[in-house]
């Protein structure tokens, strides 16, 4: 299957999505667009304590709830998969870039952190 490139207007909803959550006080410590193998697409990475807190369903239902707030439909939001900020993969993100002074728009890729393997990504933040 050919892999599906990660445009501008991703990018700039990714960022909306992210300010949304800010503005609804779930601070996510990681969030970044990835291309990950099992889905054969990008997914949108959320990672935040406050999140953490709810169990799955309530959490996402928090993050719609958030976005729709802003104005954010649940048509306009694309695929996101929420991660505890205990998961390896989220862990070892946080061990090798949270004292990294800058990581918006920082590229990754064709490595295995935390046990999964990131065929691509796109960071907004990792804190």
Not at 41 to 45: A, E, G, K, T
Not at 99 to 104: D, L, N, P, Y
């Given at each position: 299957m050919d892999k599906t490139a990660l445009v501008g207007l991703d990018?700039?909803?990714?960022?909306?999505i992210i300010r949304?959550?800010?503005d609804a006080d779930l601070k996510p410590s990681?969030?970044?667009?990835?291309?990950?193998?099992?889905?054969e697409?990008?997914?949108?990475?959320i990672?935040?304590?406050?999140?953490?807190?709810?169990?799955p369903r309530s959490a996402y239902r928090?993050?719609?709830?958030?976005?729709?707030?802003?104005?954010?439909?649940?048509?306009?939001t694309p695929p996101i998969v929420i991660r505890s900020v205990t998961d390896p993969f989220i862990k070892d993100l946080r061990g090798m870039f949270a004292?990294?002074?800058?990581?918006?728009g920082m590229?990754?890729?064709?490595?295995?952190?935390?046990?999964?393997?990131?065929?691509?990504a796109y960071v907004y933040r990792i804190r």
């Open positions: 990018i700039e909803r990714g960022s909306q949304a959550l800010d990681v969030a970044l667009w990835a291309y990950l193998p099992e889905y697409d990008w997914r949108l990475i990672a935040s304590r406050k999140l953490d807190s709810f169990d928090t993050i719609n709830d958030s976005l729709l707030a802003k104005g954010i439909t649940v048509e306009q004292k990294t002074a800058r990581v918006e590229r990754l890729g064709g490595q295995t952190i935390g046990g999964r393997f990131l065929e691509e």
